[in-house]
C-alpha cells in the first residue's frame, strides 16, 4: 500500500475562487508529480518535481502552480478556478533513480468548478 | 511523437479465462514498459515492469510480454476473477527524460460470474 495522500478527495467550489490541493507522502521520494485526467482518457502530466525547490512544467500546459518547500509535500494551487479546470488531479512520487522506478499514486481530488 | 495504443474498447470476458490486453507504442524503442491497474475513483496502482532484454515476466497470475520489434506488449491475467475488473494502463519511459513516463488511455476490463 503506497503512503501518498491527497485532500480533499472531493472539491466543488464556484468560479474564482483560490484552490489548494494537498499532496504528502511518507516514502521519502524525491520525484513528484502531477497529473490531470478526464473520465476514460489517459493521465497528462501537468507538474514534475526533482526535489525539494526544483519544480518545471509538464507537457499540458496548466495554470496550476506548485511548489517544494519540503520532501514530503508538493501542492498544487490555483490562483482563481474556472469551469475549464474541472477533471480529476493525481499526486504520484518515485524513488530518485534513473532505472525505470514505479510510480506510486494517490487516490487523487475530483475538482468541479461551477 | 510518441504514442501509445491500447484497446478502446472494453473488453468482456467470462471468469476462469484468461484475459489478454494489448499496447502499441510508436516511434520509440523504451527501455522498460509498465503496466499499471486503475479502479473508478482511484489512482493507479503498479503491476508490473518488463525491460527491453526481457521476453516475459511473470507475477502470480499476471503475464507481461514485450516485443521490441512488433513494438508491442501483451498483459495477460489467467483464470480471471470479476475481482480483476478494472482499467488496465499501459506506461512507457519518454525518450527525453526517463524520469517521466507516458500513460496510455487504459483498457477497461469486465470479468463477469
Known amino acids: 500500500e503506497a503512503d501518498i495522500y491527497q485532500t480533499p478527495r472531493y472539491l466543488v467550489i464556484g468560479t474564482g475562487k483560490k484552490i489548494t490541493l494537498e499532496c504528502s507522502q511518507t516514502?521519502?521520494?524525491?520525484?513528484m508529480y502531477w497529473y490531470q485526467q478526464d473520465p476514460g482518457m489517459e493521465l497528462h502530466l501537468i507538474h514534475y518535481?526533482?526535489?525539494?525547490?526544483?519544480?518545471e512544467k509538464g507537457d499540458l500546459s496548466s495554470e496550476s502552480t506548485v511548489s517544494r518547500i519540503r520532501t514530503e509535500h508538493f501542492p498544487l494551487t490555483l490562483e482563481s478556478a474556472r469551469p475549464s479546470h474541472t477533471s480529476q488531479y493525481l499526486c504520484?512520487?518515485?524513488?530518485?533513480?534513473?532505472?525505470?522506478?514505479?510510480?506510486?499514486f494517490g487516490d487523487g481530488t475530483r475538482l468541479s468548478i461551477l | 511523437s510518441q504514442k501509445i495504443e491500447q484497446n478502446s474498447e472494453a473488453l468482456n470476458i467470462q471468469e476462469g479465462k484468461t484475459a489478454t490486453l494489448t499496447c502499441n507504442y510508436t516511434?520509440?524503442?523504451?527501455?522498460?514498459l509498465q503496466w499499471y491497474r486503475q479502479d473508478p475513483g482511484r489512482g493507479p496502482v503498479f503491476l508490473l515492469l518488463?525491460?527491453?532484454?526481457?521476453k516475459e515476466k511473470r507475477k502470480e497470475r499476471l503475464k507481461v510480454t514485450f516485443d521490441t520489434t512488433l513494438k508491442q506488449s501483451l498483459f495477460h491475467i489467467t483464470a480471471s476473477q470479476p475481482a480483476d475488473s478494472a482499467t488496465y494502463l499501459c506506461?512507457?519511459?519518454?525518450?527525453?527524460?526517463?524520469?517521466?513516463?507516458?500513460f496510455g488511455s487504459g483498457t477497461r476490463l469486465s470479468i463477469r460470474p
Open positions: 504520484a512520487s518515485s524513488e530518485w533513480d534513473n532505472s525505470n522506478q514505479p510510480q506510486h
Open positions: 506506461a512507457l519511459p519518454r525518450y527525453s527524460s526517463a524520469s517521466k513516463i507516458i
Open positions: 518535481s526533482y526535489g525539494v525547490n526544483s519544480t
Open positions: 516511434n520509440y524503442s523504451p527501455a522498460y
Open positions: 516514502m521519502g521520494h524525491d520525484k
Open positions: 518488463i525491460r527491453e532484454n526481457e
